[in-house]
């Protein structure tokens, strides 16, 4: 699988779209809105720059990619009223892997720009945005060319499935039956994808650090894992209702035995001990908050809701979510004459497993300072 050509959410703004699916990523960046905050706010104090970049990386389309970027815009402009001082003149890049719909979030620029103006008062903040197709686990600015770094439900996806999860051990695919790391998964299939995650956050590190200025800071929300065994995680439980549901296309002959057993997914959910360890391990960052926080897979129900829901709802609601994220995938690799299938059937999972739990997203937050 070629991540690069594969991995980027379903585009413009129908009803399977991102665009329309977002609301979680959405609820995820309004909790670590008081780190965008500190962080920017504590850039603009130190530095009084009279030139800001800020980049997000994987910005993806849709509603998101503009709120933080006017959430960013009203920081500066706050800062500004309160320091009397002129505001910087501000470049955003907005970035993503190739086959990201950039076309989208130029068109609803415009839109952007007005909301951006309503919120932001008296001091009006002249700002430029730019896309930036690429991959984060390359090198994406000049040397010491960024003040601040935002990243929000990215890094979770990892540069290449680790290669030898396709090998086979005894005739049989190392990870039989598993897109993920899964019940069944063996140790080594764990092995691999830690070191891939391993690997590439490090290297996420070092790069952001060569590109930051000194005293630049960074905001990085992921999917994480909270479960203390790794192959009992949320999101293994999550991609498992995937991989049952494609198990039970191939008992009926929808789809073919061979292209599942070739199918595993680009991601890796670490834990928070683990990402510390990284960050701690590289040495370039000292680490100012790092927060965690649960969301529900289905973003009409909060987590503590406990109102009587209707589960079927709630699983093609789920549904709906993933979709988004996953169809560009399944229709390269198997086929896009399944997709429908497919997440009617995942519904129908996540309904029934509702019954016993909510699916819960965890988050990992942290805020990220480049040392002297
Ligand atoms: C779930 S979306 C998150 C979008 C947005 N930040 C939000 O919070 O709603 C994840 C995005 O990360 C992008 N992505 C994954 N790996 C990437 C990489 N190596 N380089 C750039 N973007 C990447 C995907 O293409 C996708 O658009």
């Not at 909790?31 to 800020?54: D, H």
């Not at 289905?298 to 996953?326: E, M, T, Y």
Request: charged residues 20%; hydrophobic residues 40%.
């Amino acid at each position: 699988m070629d991540v690069q050509k594969v991995l980027y959410m379903v585009g413009g703004s129908g009803e399977t779209s991102y665009a329309a699916n977002s609301k979680i990523q959405e609820k995820a960046i309004l909790t670590i809105t008081p780190m965008l905050e500190e962080a920017i706010g504590e850039i603009y104090r130190n530095l009084l720059p009279e030139k800001m970049v800020v980049a997000d990386l994987g910005s993806s389309s849709g509603p998101n990619t503009l709120v933080v970027l006017s959430k960013v815009i009203k920081i500066i402009s706050n800062q500004c009223l309160r320091s009397g001082q002129q505001p910087p003149e501000m470049l955003f890049f907005l970035n993503d892997l190739p086959n990201n719909d950039f076309n989208n979030i130029f068109q609803s620029l415009n839109n952007g720009e007005e909301s951006v103006r309503a919120e932001k008062g008296s001091i009006s903040v002249p700002h430029f945005v730019a896309g930036l197709p690429g991959s984060f686990y390359g090198r994406l600015f000049p040397r010491q060319s960024v003040q601040f770094f935002h990243s929000s439900y990215s890094l979770m996806w990892i540069s290449q499935v680790p290669k030898e999860i396709g090998d086979k051990r005894n005739g049989m695919p190392l990870n039989k039956g598993n897109i993920y790391i899964g019940k069944t998964s063996p140790p080594l299939v764990v092995k691999l994808y830690q070191e891939q995650f391993h690997r590439d956050f490090s290297h996420f590190l070092k790069l952001r650090f060569d590109e930051l200025v000194p005293c630049g800071q960074m905001v990085l929300s992921f999917l994480g894992r909270n479960k203390e065994n790794i192959l009992d995680g949320e999101l293994s439980t999550i991609w498992g209702s995937v991989a049952e549901s494609l198990d039970s296309m191939v008992r009926e002959g929808l789809v073919e035995e061979e292209k599942l057993d070739t199918f595993n997914l680009p991601f890796y959910a670490p834990s928070a001990a683990e990402v510390e360890t990284i960050v701690n391990l590289q040495g370039l960052f000292d680490i100012i908050h790092f927060h965690t926080f649960e969301s529900n897979l289905d973003p009409f129900h909060d987590l503590d809701d406990n109102v009587v829901f209707d589960n079927v709802q709630s699983g093609a609601n789920c549904a709906k979510v993933i979709r988004s994220v996953l169809e560009p995938m399944i229709a390269s690799h198997f086929s896009s004459a399944i997709v429908d299938d497919l997440f009617s059937r995942f519904a129908t999972h996540v309904a029934n497993h509702l019954l016993k739990e909510k699916l819960k997203l965890p988050v990992l937050a942290l805020l990220l300072k480049k040392k002297e």
